[in-house]
T-cell receptor
Framework: EAGVAQSPRYKIIEKRQSVAFWCNPISGHATLYWYQQILGQGPKLLIQFQNNGVVDDSQLPKDRFSAERLKGVDSTLKIQPAKLEDSAVYLC???????????????FGAGSRLTVL | AQSVTQLDSHVSVSEGTPVLLRCNYSSSYSPSLFWYVQHPNKGLQLLLKYTSAATLVKGINGFEAEFKKSETSFHLTKPSAHMSDAAEYFCVVSDYNQGGKLIFGQGTELSVKP
């Protein structure tokens, strides 16, 4: 099966500019996640969708970050305006379903590396 | 809240020697635990998972991990390192109270010397 697709792979912008990242999950996967991975740290969940509904966005900086998943398939993560501290790799992942029992197995995309100058 | 602590930020081994990457977890109940690997410029890949079945879990590429409740540990091992094992490894716990949200450790970078 095809993996999780993300684009662009690399993006360089200046602070206060805007940027958007796109993710296409594995076909049929109901749950989609966006993670932020700052250099030298483990990934941190930004937002989790179940189909086209948000189930967890507690760590999303909502003053500048937004995300949507129209029609429950593709998703877009936007940052506007960007800050220096937003430099990171943005990882998209998907899983077949959201299990509260904790056995979720996620498939990750290769990530989108953002550099803010 | 659940959490994981990876005890080494960097581990260096010689090819053919054993690998040990250490992880301790904190949880008020039986957790689900995972190890993921991240090769440079590639996505995270699941190595193995523990979900309260057998305490010794076998994963891909010869890796295995043992869940030890008394020590709150979930160390990752491999009998013989290969050059292709060089990567970043993440220990991960699933937070039952937050709908299975994955909490990642800080990562351990594994270097393999020829």
């Amino acid at each position: 099966e095809a993996g999780v697709a993300q684009s662009p792979r690399y993006k360089i912008i200046e602070k206060r500019q805007s940027v958007a990242f796109w993710c296409n999950p594995i076909s049929g996967h109901a749950t989609l996640y966006w993670y932020q991975q700052i250099l030298g740290q483990g990934p941190k969940l930004l937002i989790q969708f179940q189909n086209n509904g948000v189930v967890d966005d507690s760590q999303l900086p909502k003053d500048r970050f937004s995300a949507e998943r129209l029609k429950g398939v593709d998703s877009t993560l936007k940052i506007q305006p960007a800050k220096l501290e937003d430099s990171a790799v943005y990882l998209c992942a998907s899983s077949p379903e959201r299990r509260a029992s904790g056995a979720n197995v996620l498939t990750f995309g290769a990530g989108s590396r953002l550099t803010v100058l | 809240a659940q959490s994981v602590t990876q005890l080494d930020s960097h581990v260096s081994v010689s090819e053919g020697t054993p690998v040990l990457l250490r992880c301790n977890y904190s949880s008020s109940y039986s957790p689900s635990l995972f190890w993921y690997v991240q090769h440079p410029n590639k996505g995270l890949q699941l190595l193995l998972k523990y979900t309260s079945a057998a305490t010794l879990v076998k994963g891909i590429n010869g890796f295995e991990a043992e869940f030890k409740k008394s020590e709150t540990s979930f160390h990752l091992t491999k009998p013989s390192a290969h050059m292709s094992d060089a990567a970043e490894y993440f220990c991960v716990v699933s937070d039952y109270n937050q709908g299975g949200k994955l909490i990642f450790g800080q990562g351990t970078e594994l270097s393999v010397k020829p």
